[in-house]
């Protein structure tokens, strides 16, 4: 185990890459801070912190307008963060690529420019219930104006998806599987390949909902074969406000626009007009340049790491925190998927989870509690909560075991 643990501990150099990081290197409640609330935010580099200040202090101008040095260079920034994203998820071009705000935009884009002119009334969406409200609500509000339905694969005790019966709710009304890669509360990756085949073997195309995994694994949408993808830049290094859409590219020039405005137009007159080329098309208004740039720089960051050795060393974080917690009297976790990423859920005997990571604050550790915007598993499993750790790759073993320590000592505090 020892040695295991060394040899990935070369790869990923935790102690060295948290000096990247300066917002780890503090005290909370006069003890050092343990982030681990990866799962809804991950903190950002000074390579990415210094590519913001460096575009903001040297290039700062409107993208796509000005004919003037300043404008090229923002054009030329953000043109270049959408190379590396295409890059990085390994689509064929840039022009696949959407900038959004999120996650959440990008699948309610979807909803609304695919959706709206392809579902109609009495057509089928599958969903699961391991979704976050995120690839839910757009679906929801997408079916109750068409009178669509919308159906569901449910889950197991284990917290993964039950494919009993799977074949038999798809229909010739499917039009659109959305389901998540890797569950923000049960960590487990789901075996999208096989749902993408099942889907395509009968015409209908899936969106993936990568929000929890295009920051912690390798992905490859040329491989995957998915439709579209949608991902969030404040969980992979990037500042908030910046997400990405990936889409076919046949899917995106039958779509309609999604919001109206400047830069998505061709031509304009009076009571009609004519779309830009993708990707404008979708990117209506001014878009958030600096956070593009820092998503640039967020993805040089993670290749210089190299996404393999990510993954690998928060497997081994993920797979000895299990071990440790697993050992603690009254401690319930949620999620038991053979293939998993580094997002705990947890209950300890009748603990609230707040009243939990109450505590843990006090003692340096940031964790989530809450429904984690997954209400459909909370009603599955009869809780109203949980707590819930998320790693990221500057995370040690050495905050598990604090981390562990003190939910022992909470357990006493609690007295269960
Ligand atoms: N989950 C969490 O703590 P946005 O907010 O658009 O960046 O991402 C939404 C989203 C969509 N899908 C999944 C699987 C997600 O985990 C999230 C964000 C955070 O779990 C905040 S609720």
Redesign the pocket.
Known sequence: METDMQSSKQTIDAAKIRRDFPVLNQQVHGKPLVYFDN??TTQKPIAVIKALTRYYENDNANVHRGIHQLSERATNGFETARKKVAAFIGAKSERQIIFT?????SINLVAAAWGRKFVSEGDEIILTEME?H??LIPWQLLAQEKGAVLKYLSITEEGTLDFTGFESILSNRTKLIAV?H???VFGTINPIKKIIRLAHDRGIPVLL?A??SVPHLPIDVEHLDCDFLAF?G??MLAPTGI?VLYAKRSRLENMDPYQGGGEMISSVWHDKSTWNEIPHKFEAGTPHIAGAIGLGAAIDYLNTLGMENITHYEQELTTFALDKMMRIPNMKIYGNAPERGGAISFNIGNVHPHDLSHFLDQQGIAV?AGH??AQLIMRKFDIAATTRASFYFYNTFEEIDYFVEQLTEAQRFFDY
């Open positions: 799962g809804a705000r999120g996650t959440t935009e976050h995120s690839n998540t890797m569950s923000n909902d929000a929890q969030s404040h969980k997400g989530r984690h915007c």
